[in-house]
């Protein structure tokens, strides 16, 4: 079983910056895929960054590029989301998820781990 624990979020002024951390339980943690997705109240869960664990492969939905960027660190074994240029527009609860494989997807129901989530909000 992978468990998944993001840290990082809060509360921050419109053009700041955090850093959400995602640590993984698992020691096959180099075999996955690993994404960021958020969601608002009443929205859906929305792709934000996606990366290939082995190989460094990312991928960035709409709203994530030019001002995000998702990395990994093998020997803590997390997943990072640096945001930047930050919007009230971000404000949501921001999840880390995981699936084997290196196949990357923008599609919620085909990650099989979620954390928790940590929100994020941008004040104007």
């Known amino acids: 079983q992978v468990q998944l624990a993001e840290s990082g979020g809060g509360l921050v002024q419109a053009g700041g910056s955090l850093r959400l951390s995602c640590a993984v339980s698992?020691?096959?943690?180099?075999?996955?895929?690993m994404a960021w997705f958020r969601q608002a109240p009443g929205e859906e869960r929305e792709f934000v960054a996606s990366i290939n664990w082995s190989i460094g492969s990312t991928s960035y939905g709409d709203s994530a590029k030019g001002r995000f960027t998702i990395s990994r660190d093998n020997a803590k074994r997390t997943v990072y989301l640096q945001m930047n240029s930050l919007n009230p527009e971000d404000t949501a609860v921001y999840y880390c998820a995981a699936r084997p494989g290196s196949l990357m997807t923008t599609t919620p129901a085909r990650y099989n781990y979620w954390g928790q989530g940590t929100q994020v909000t941008v004040s104007s």
């Open positions: 698992s020691s096959t943690f180099s075999t996955y895929s």
